[in-house]
Every structure is written in structure tokens, then in C-alpha cells.
């Protein structure tokens, strides 16, 4: 091994202002809309870390975000 640090070339992608908007939303036009959103983390026990139950985080919700609306997701 030698102690000198090999030169590698880093390429850096080209960075943007923020996404681009094709036009406005409408006052209370629906931007998003997921249904049925789930998410279970898993509980694993016993020496091959099988799974044995889950945490239900999220079961089965529905949700509109419209424009002019804000989101806040905790957790």
C-alpha cells in the first residue's frame, strides 16, 4: 500500500435554482392526493431476528393537500 492519496476525479452534478413551474395552481386546486397510505415497522425477535409483530405508524389514511395548504409530517 502507499501512503500517498490516489487523485480521483469527482464529478459534481449541476446544481438548479428550485423546480421549474409549467403555471400557477388554482385557489384550492388539489395537488396531492394519496389514499390508503400505510406504513408498519417491523418487530423482530429471537437469535434469526424473525419478524414477530409490527408497529402500525400509519394504517390506511386518506389525505388531499391543496393549493395554498401545508403539510406537516412528524415522526
Do not use: W
Not at 390508503?36 to 418487530?43: C, R, S
Request: charged share 25%; aromatic share 2%.
Amino acid at each position: 500500500m502507499s501512503d500517498q492519496a490516489e487523485d480521483k476525479a469527482v464529478t459534481i452534478p449541476a446544481q438548479t435554482s428550485g423546480a421549474t413551474l409549467t403555471k400557477d395552481a388554482a385557489p384550492g386546486e388539489t395537488l396531492l392526493k394519496v389514499t390508503g397510505l400505510q406504513k408498519h415497522f417491523p418487530i423482530k425477535k429471537g437469535l434469526l431476528q424473525r419478524q414477530a409483530g409490527a408497529v402500525r405508524a400509519v394504517d390506511g389514511i386518506d389525505f388531499e393537500v391543496r393549493a395554498g395548504e401545508t403539510l406537516g409530517v412528524v415522526g
